[in-house]
């Protein structure tokens, strides 16, 4: 297996865990758009790593910030008043970390509860402190509630690590001391070293969204977590924008992976090229009365200038499916790969390309890598 080019200290990390020479898993943090919002397309990513590594967990939302947030492996449950805020108006304000959503509440009576199929051997838990904040309570199991603690002096990020003695119920419950503000939280699994695969992304956001995200909350956590790699998966809605100003955009991502790479300097670093998309109006024709959004190629081009500048990888997700018109294709095709609307991909669309991507960040060949992975692309829609 040789390494991609940009990929170097990935495929160091890779060695090191293969080697036996690490207790930390094989970490990767995923950030994007709608396309990792859910599981559907970082499923095969997910399933792949941890089939060959072993599942070491994964960081989840806030509770259950938005409609059909289900991962796999978990079923989440918020109950009570919780005050939802997202990152993706202009207008946010707020304490954002790299979830894009906090969940807040001092209702005692609140809580949100977490069944893993996976036993739980730890706990990591993200929240906003500050002067006026409150506890919170964290239950394990049949064990005693433990109580957690985000009042600070100053405000910023309060992190909790918690063992827990292989369980698979966890349940957060404000102590009604005061409000409890949590970004996001993580739920470790016993493999060693394992995989963690961290994908969080927030349906119609561009990058522009990372300019509202704490800086200091967020360079706080991309360091605990100590990725061997970043993927950034936007684009896709920054191509579907005809006034997209190219240059304010490659600035804007540019100041964002610097803040990453402040973070996170001995991780490597991958930039998703959209997927093909389609719409009706203008671009360039592909039959049918769908066109070629006229910035897709633009925002690839972006992405792929600054991962040469940067020396990191990048992926044409669109050349993976095959080029521009690709997206009408996939959407005609028996059965569909991708939906109606040339954006957004079915299930076995989005295995074909999860396959293709883990299958150049590993540095394989499709067949080969097939012969010793786990096949995500029959999951229904």
């Given at each position: 297996?040789?390494?991609?080019?940009?990929?170097?200290?990935?495929?160091?990390?890779?060695?090191?865990?293969?080697?036996?020479?690490?207790?930390?898993?094989?970490?990767?943090?995923?950030?994007?758009d709608?396309?990792?919002?859910?599981?559907?397309?970082?499923?095969?990513?997910r399933?792949?790593?941890?089939?060959?590594?072993?599942?070491?967990?994964?960081?989840?939302?806030?509770?259950?910030?938005?409609?059909?947030?289900?991962p796999?492996?978990?079923?989440?449950?918020?109950?009570?008043?919780?005050?939802?805020?997202?990152?993706?108006?202009?207008?946010?304000?707020?304490?954002?970390?790299?979830?894009g959503?906090?969940?807040?509440?001092?209702?005692?009576?609140?809580?949100?509860?977490?069944?893993?199929?996976?036993?739980v051997?730890?706990?990591?838990?993200?929240?906003?402190?500050g002067?006026?904040?409150?506890?919170?309570?964290?239950?394990?199991?049949?064990?005693?509630?433990?109580?957690?603690?985000?009042?600070?002096?100053?405000?910023?990020?309060?992190?909790?690590?918690?063992?827990a003695?292989?369980?698979?119920?966890?349940?957060?419950?404000?102590?009604?001391?005061?409000v409890?503000?949590l970004?996001?939280?993580?739920?470790?699994?016993?493999?060693?070293?394992?995989?963690?695969?961290?994908?969080?992304g927030?349906?119609?956001?561009?990058?522009?969204?990372?300019?509202?995200?704490?800086?200091d909350?967020?360079?706080?956590?991309?360091?605990?977590?100590?990725?061997?790699?970043?993927?950034?998966?936007?684009?896709?809605?920054?191509?579907?924008n005809?006034?997209?100003?190219?240059?304010?955009y490659?600035?804007?991502?540019?100041?964002?992976?610097?803040?990453?790479?402040?973070?996170?300097?001995?991780?490597?670093?991958a930039?998703?090229?959209?997927?093909?998309?389609?719409?009706?109006?203008?671009?360039?024709?592909?039959g049918?009365?769908?066109?070629?959004?006229?910035?897709?190629?633009?925002v690839?081009?972006?992405?792929?200038?600054?991962?040469?500048?940067?020396?990191?990888?990048?992926?044409?997700?669109?050349?993976?499916?095959?080029?521009?018109?690709s997206?009408?294709?996939?959407?005609?095709?028996?059965?569909?790969?991708?939906?109606?609307?040339?954006?957004?991909?079915?299930?076995?669309?989005?295995?074909r390309?999860?396959?293709?991507?883990?299958?150049?960040?590993?540095?394989?060949?499709?067949?080969?890598?097939?012969s010793?992975?786990?096949?995500?692309?029959?999951?229904?829609?």
């Amino acid at each position: 297996m040789s390494a991609p080019q940009g990929l170097e200290r990935f495929h160091a990390a890779i060695e090191e865990v293969e080697a036996g020479g690490r207790l930390q898993p094989l970490t990767i943090l995923h950030l994007g758009d709608s396309h990792v919002s859910l599981d559907t397309f970082t499923r095969g990513l997910r399933q792949r790593w941890q089939a060959r590594f072993g599942n070491a967990g994964r960081g989840l939302m806030p509770g259950v910030p938005f409609r059909y947030y289900a991962p796999d492996g978990y079923d989440i449950e918020m109950k009570g008043s919780w005050d939802v805020a997202s990152s993706l108006p202009r207008d946010a304000s707020g304490p954002f970390g790299i979830q894009g959503f906090r969940v807040s509440s001092g209702d005692g009576d609140a809580a949100v509860s977490l069944r893993s199929e996976n036993p739980v051997s730890a706990v990591e838990i993200e929240a906003y402190g500050g002067p006026e904040a409150g506890a919170l309570f964290l239950k394990l199991g049949d064990a005693a509630p433990l109580k957690l603690q985000t009042r600070q002096a100053v405000p910023g990020l309060v992190r909790f690590h918690v063992p827990a003695a292989e369980v698979h119920d966890v349940r957060l419950a404000p102590a009604g001391t005061g409000v409890v503000t949590l970004l996001g939280w993580t739920i470790l699994s016993p493999a060693t070293p394992g995989a963690r695969y961290d994908s969080h992304g927030v349906v119609a956001a561009t990058a522009s969204i990372t300019g509202r995200w704490d800086e200091d909350v967020v360079r706080a956590q991309v360091a605990a977590m100590n990725p061997d790699l970043v993927i950034l998966g936007f684009g896709t809605n920054e191509g579907f924008n005809n006034g997209l100003d190219t240059a304010s955009y490659r600035n804007e991502l540019a100041g964002f992976v610097d803040l990453l790479m402040e973070a996170a300097p001995e991780a490597s670093l991958a930039f998703l090229g959209p997927f093909d998309g389609a719409r009706q109006g203008t671009g360039e024709a592909c039959g049918g009365g769908w066109a070629t959004p006229p910035k897709l190629a633009a925002v690839r081009s972006v992405l792929a200038s600054l991962a040469a500048e940067r020396g990191a990888f990048f992926w044409d997700g669109g050349a993976a499916m095959g080029g521009r018109c690709s997206a009408d294709e996939w959407a005609g095709a028996e059965p569909p790969l991708m939906y109606a609307d040339r954006v957004h991909l079915r299930a076995a669309g989005a295995g074909r390309l999860s396959m293709q991507l883990w299958n150049s960040l590993m540095g394989l060949q499709e067949n080969a890598a097939e012969s010793s992975a786990c096949h995500p692309d029959d999951a229904p829609d």
